[in-house]
């Protein structure tokens, strides 16, 4: 038998046009975000350290300082941010041009998993059940193109993503944004954290992401260590804010301010 | 993936789909030298992969639909989710008794989006009112399996 020609030298057109599908959602997604100033991603390697209860805050502080804000909620699984927001369940405005995210506190409009699930519902996908974890990953990540893509934010100064605990989401993040996109971390003092945050921090590095600081959140009673300090120095960023257990505005508008 | 007729030196084209419902998917491709034909044939897993990607075999036939893979593949849906309203009966043709109790079996969830589609093609096509046998050919020839 002749050697058989490769993937790559068959090159008549496809009627599929599998590869032009692909390049349509990202087209739709950076046309989409074309409007958006900047996109940041909060995130830490770490669970429990206050991820979108910092996003969330941040958001109404730069919304009070008259800029436009919109929250994505990426934690597709542990969704938070409408409660965090104070909106509450209504169906959402949809035509073929996009969904209409809704408006909670301090005017921040968001888009989140838990608009979409029925009330205490996991997130599940229709499918074969036997080795789900092959395609569940794939299927987690289409949803969050379409969060970043089919939602009609309009004009936005900044577009804040809260991560989930990992990495896993922000790779994902990367491949659809075909960016690296700018990263907030969030820590707690303590040195269990710094070590779970410090290998988020070097992924994110590693991938070309701007780093932004770092906000140590629950600072003050409770946690003991410098993990912020340590991360500040290792990575050459700024500590941006240290939040307290229960933070004032003005905390939130001075970490506003300095992004 | 892509198909070549090892007796030509020829890619083979796509041809048509088939979603038989039990989760698997074939696809056929035939040589535009010979005219030999061959099936693609993927288990449930290999299907699920595919639409996971948010891409249709053989290329797409509606316009992409907002979450629409959210929509189409998420089984834990609030019915309330989605206010599709701006597109939804009185727009356009009009929906027959029994094509919108063939509607109303759709999961709500994602029922605003398929009566959207409907509607379009019906636009589309200058037809007045949407039956199930409109139902029946949009679906053929959209390939809108499952909905």
Known sequence: MPP??????????????????????????????????????????????????????????????QRAVGVLDADLNGPTIPRLLGVDHAPLPTSQSGIEPPAGLDGVRCISMAMLLEDGAPLAFKGPAAESFVWRGAMEAAALRELLGDVAWGALDTLLLDLPPGMQRYIELCDILGAPPAVLTVTIPTPESRDAVRRAMRAAVERGSQLLGIVENMTGQGFEGSAGDDLAK?????????????????????????? | MKFLCVDCDKQMAFEERQLPGDGTLAATFKCPKCGRVVAMLTNPMETQLVSSLGVEIGGRTVPAQPLETV???????????????????????????????RLSRVPSFVRGMVKRIYADYAKEHGIVEITPAVMDTARAELGLEGM
Do not use: C
């Open chain 1, 4 to 65: 058989i020609r490769t993937y790559h030298e068959l090159t008549d057109a496809d009627r599929s046009g599998l590869p032009e599908q692909i390049g349509a959602q990202r087209r739709r997604v950076a046309e989409r975000l074309a409007a958006v100033g900047r996109v940041i991603a909060v995130m830490s390697g770490k669970g429990g350290v206050g991820k979108s209860y910092v996003t969330a805050h941040l958001a109404r502080a730069l919304a009070r300082s």
């Open chain 1, 234 to 259: 290792e990575f050459s960023v700024p500590v941006l804010a240290r939040i307290p257990w229960h933070p004032t505005p003005d905390i939130w508008n001075a970490l506003g301010a300095r992004l």
């Open chain 2, 71 to 101: 929509r189409k593949m998420v089984s834990t849906g609030r019915d309330d989710a989605f206010d599709d309203g701006a597109s939804g009966v009185g727009r356009g043709a009009l929906w027959s008794p029994e094509a919108t109790e």
